[in-house]
């Protein structure tokens, strides 16, 4: 019973470096999508996807990349690590894009740039 | 304007005590609601959907004013476990193919023996 499973949960980087953040889910879901929460902001939409072989921009996509070759899985890239980035990441899945179908999320990525 | 306004709170009541938040939404034409509870440092979980005629799950009633713009959650008879920071979600017209759900800042409930 994995649902969203986010990798890793915590993550130290320093100014310029990349990494990318795993994100799988088990469901059969067509939408994925990657947040942001920072203090006060609420979730900010980096990078979304409707299915696989599509994605598109959120609202604060600068400094993201995503992929979304199969279904199950929704890596989010950070090409060159910067302070501002320092935030929580969470993944999230739908059934589909459209409808009242619930969000479920990740346990979220804890990411720190110095 | 945000898109989503919430009170950030926090809302300090005693056990037992009914609380409601409300969240207000600028975009007249949004097409679906939320109501989600994150936990301290967890990921967010939905807790209810609001529809237009109202709506409720045990202690918990939600209820939409689309003249107004706005969503509501009552709790009543709190409990300690219902401490956590609520939701108000959105979906934007015409967002159908993009599934993209707005996001208030939260409104943080703290509930005191």
């Known amino acids: 019973n994995a649902g969203v499973t986010q990798t890793p949960k915590f993550q130290v980087l320093k100014t310029g470096q990349s990494m990318t953040l795993q994100c799988a889910q088990d469901m059969n879901h067509e939408y994925m999508s990657w947040y942001r929460q920072d203090p006060g902001m609420g979730l900010r939409l980096i990078h979304y996807s409707v299915g696989a072989g599509i994605t598109d921009q959120g609202e604060v996509p600068n400094g993201y990349n995503v992929s979304r070759s199969t279904t199950e899985d929704f890596p989010l890239r950070l090409l060159s690590a910067a302070p501002s980035q320092t935030s929580v990441y969470f993944c999230a899945s739908r059934a589909r894009a459209g409808g009242n179908q619930p969000q479920h999320f990740g346990d979220g990525t804890r990411l720190s740039i110095l | 304007r945000k898109e989503v306004e919430q009170d950030p709170g926090p809302f300090n009541v005693p056990e037992g005590a009914t609380v409601a938040f409300n969240c207000t939404y600028s975009?007249?034409?949004?097409?679906?609601f939320f109501w989600y509870r994150q936990d301290c440092r967890k990921e967010p979980k939905l807790l209810m959907s609001v529809y237009s005629s109202g709506n409720e799950d045990g202690r918990f009633t939600a209820q939409l004013n689309r003249a107004s713009q706005y969503i509501s959650l009552l709790i009543r008879d709190s409990k300690l476990s219902d401490s956590a920071t609520y939701l108000c979600?959105?979906?934007?017209?015409?967002?159908?193919?993009?599934?993209?759900?707005?996001f208030g800042q939260g409104t943080t409930l703290q509930v005191k023996p």
């Open positions: 979600v959105v979906t934007p017209y015409g967002s159908g193919n993009t599934g993209k759900l707005i």
């Open positions: 975009n007249s034409a949004s097409q679906s």
